[in-house]
């Protein structure tokens, strides 16, 4: 039997979003604890699949309250489930994160969100002597179809220490790199939506297996550790 996402998790979230109280949540609070059991089974699946042609030691599923100290928004929950992938670390770099959101705001993302500012500098690095693999890995057509374009906030012009005119600034300038997958609900809702996501976090290898190249050895090519 398949594992898939249960239709009344995206009718769950619908729900709260028209009631995002503490007091209605209270009284569905067992219906939402059933669902979050059966989607876990989902992330679980995930992370024994990933496992299966990867090194994933940690999965984490965020909880549904919100940190609401320093946000204008003080509604109290969540209206998606979320979880993280870890890779192992040092030798293994980037990271899956899956998003389950009703109203076609569902996505998987993969890649380097918010990267320290050693690993950041050794990217940038890397970049200006040379981007050409970085970009045959990002142009290759299969990749393109399931991934895109490279996302992510970056700085204005140029960070310090770099020509604003290098060729590879595009990539220089990015503050992180990460790539996102949308899905409809009714993907989300498929039989097949786990090996859907599990064929999505394959295709980004190319990139991790680069990336993780680049962030475990110097400019000169020998191993940090």
Same mark, same amino acid.
């Given at each position: 039997?398949?594992?898939?996402?249960?239709?009344?998790?995206?009718?769950?979230?619908?729900?709260?979003?028209? !009631? !995002?109280?503490?007091?209605?949540?209270?009284?569905?609070?067992?219906?939402?604890? /059933?669902?979050?059991?059966?989607?876990?089974?989902?992330? $679980? %699946?995930?992370? !024994?699949?990933?496992? /299966?042609?990867?090194? *994933?030691?940690?999965?984490?599923?965020? +909880?549904?309250?919100?940190?609401?100290?320093?946000?204008?928004?003080?509604?109290?929950?969540?209206?998606?489930?979320?979880? =993280?992938?870890?890779?192992?670390?040092?030798?293994? +770099?980037?990271?899956?994160?899956?998003? #389950?959101?009703? $109203?076609?705001? =569902?996505?998987?993302? /993969?890649?380097?969100?918010?990267?320290?500012? %050693?690993?950041?500098?050794?990217?940038?690095?890397?970049?200006?002597?040379? @981007?050409?693999? #970085?970009?045959?890995?990002?142009?290759? =057509? !299969?990749?393109?179809?399931?991934?895109?374009?490279?996302?992510?906030?970056?700085?204005?012009? @140029?960070?310090?220490?770099?020509?604003?005119?290098?060729?590879?600034?595009?990539?220089?300038?990015?503050?992180?790199?990460?790539?996102? +997958?949308?899905?409809?609900?009714? %993907?989300?809702? @498929?039989?097949?939506? *786990?090996?859907?996501?599990?064929?999505?976090?394959?295709?980004?290898?190319?990139?991790?297996?680069?990336?993780?190249? *680049?962030?475990?050895?110097?400019?000169?090519? *020998? =191993?940090?550790?």
């Amino acid at each position: 039997m398949s594992i898939a996402v249960p239709k009344s998790a995206l009718d769950f979230f619908k729900k709260l979003q028209k !009631n !995002n109280n503490r007091e209605w949540f209270t009284e569905h609070k067992s219906e939402f604890k /059933a669902i979050e059991a059966e989607v876990k089974t989902v992330y $679980n %699946e995930l992370y !024994n699949r990933l496992n /299966a042609h990867d090194e *994933v030691d940690k999965l984490k599923i965020f +909880r549904i309250y919100r940190d609401v100290r320093f946000s204008k928004d003080k509604t109290p929950y969540k209206t998606h489930f979320s979880g =993280s992938f870890h890779r192992k670390k040092p030798q293994l +770099r980037g990271g899956y994160y899956l998003h #389950i959101q009703p $109203n076609h705001e =569902s996505f998987v993302a /993969a890649g380097f969100w918010q990267p320290n500012k %050693e690993d950041l500098l050794r990217i940038r690095k890397e970049f200006e002597i040379d @981007a050409s693999e #970085i970009r045959d890995i990002m142009n290759n =057509s !299969n990749f393109k179809a399931i991934w895109g374009k490279l996302e992510g906030t970056e700085v204005k012009t @140029a960070p310090k220490g770099f020509s604003k005119t290098h060729q590879n600034i595009d990539l220089i300038k990015k503050k992180m790199y990460i790539f996102t +997958r949308k899905f409809s609900d009714n %993907e989300v809702l @498929a039989p097949e939506f *786990v090996d859907t996501v599990v064929d999505s976090f394959q295709a980004i290898r190319p990139f991790f297996d680069y990336m993780s190249d *680049v962030l475990t050895t110097d400019l000169n090519g *020998v =191993s940090r550790f």
